[in-house]
């Protein structure tokens, strides 16, 4: 990663942080994912060689752009879906100042009425977002997933009751290996192989 852009990330970071600090309420914070997270999220990206990513949860950019860096990497391209119109304009400022605009389609919407639109497949999907509807989330995606896909959902830790649900969706499938790290939030991460 060039200076230029891990400047940048350190910038959104910070940033990110002092937003959250001062939001008048949840749906207000940006909540980006932590940088060791996200460092952790690039290396398994671009390590297994992934190139067609779906991202649930844009927020500002911020993972967005460790994802775009890594698939820059790999010739891949990543589509990211967003419900907050505001939050995706700045994910999309952000993106081109990363210079990686070219790597990700922005969606905008309700992350499960968007992927009942999209055809796939995907070798690899992060759940970043609400945490409640990623269980249908995943059910939609399962016809839509690559072989050996990559499944990735933060906050397996911070937030255990609310992310359940989708645990136990992740883990009910036959082919699943499914591990929790503890980094972050916490970081589930499921091969389906």
Not at 27 to 46: E, F, G, P, W, Y
Request: charged share 20%.
């Amino acid at each position: 990663m060039n200076t230029a852009l891990h400047e940048l990330l350190n910038e959104l970071e910070a940033w990110g942080r002092q937003q959250d600090a001062v939001a008048p309420s949840h749906q207000n914070k940006m909540l980006n994912l932590d940088q060791i997270t996200a460092h952790l999220v690039s290396i398994l990206v671009r390590s297994s060689n992934r190139r067609s990513l779906l991202e649930i949860g844009t927020s500002n950019g911020y993972s967005t752009i460790w994802l775009a860096w890594a698939v820059s990497l790999t010739e891949g391209h990543v589509t990211s879906i967003e419900r907050n119109k505001e939050r995706q304009a700045l994910a999309d400022t952000n993106l081109q100042r990363a210079g990686l605009r070219d790597k990700v389609d922005l969606l905008l919407g309700d992350a499960t009425d968007v992927v009942r639109t999209l055809d796939g497949p995907f070798d690899c999907v992060f759940f970043d977002a609400d945490r409640l509807s990623a269980p249908e989330q995943l059910a939609l995606l399962r016809p839509r997933l690559a072989p050996s896909a990559l499944l990735m959902a933060d906050n397996a830790l911070s937030h255990p009751d609310e992310i359940a649900p989708y645990l136990a969706a992740v883990t009910a499938l036959p082919e699943a290996d499914h591990m929790i790290i503890p980094i972050g939030k916490g970081l589930s991460v499921a091969y389906l192989g």
